[in-house]
């Protein structure tokens, strides 16, 4: 139980910092704040858009989908809850796989490193341990 609900916090923490990174590159908010980083540079880089959808909007619908998967765990009752747990553990599984391409592009293509980016990428990878261990906890 401890597992999803941190999952479910954690997903939370990532609908925010998506919605703010979606609103600063739509134009809603006019400032965004990274200090020594080179968000700006990255925000509006060719690779910020996947098939002409904006990456932090992918991020934000992706981590409401987590937050419903990992709500739905918690509330599963004791013999339903392995297939909201697997569907956490592959669709985390997804954005990790998804975050580490971006980190790649930011580190070996752009040559910039936004902190906004590697909080998300910590926040999906942090998600994903919490779903690895209650897989492994429930499938016992």
Known sequence: MKYRMASTLLSLCGVLLAAYLYLYKTGRIGTLACGTGSCEAVQFSPYAQVFGVEVSLIGLLGYLVLVACS??????????????????????????????????????????????????????????????????????
């Open 71 to 140: 709500i739905g765990a918690v509330q599963a009752a004791p013999g339903q809850r392995t297939a909201p747990v697997r569907a956490l553990f592959v669709l985390s599984g997804l954005g990790v796989a998804f975050s580490l391409y971006l980190t790649g592009i930011e580190l070996f293509v752009l040559h910039a490193i936004c902190r906004w980016c590697v909080g998300s990428a910590l926040i999906i990878t942090l998600i994903f341990l919490c779903a690895l261990l209650d897989r492994r906890r429930t499938a016992r």
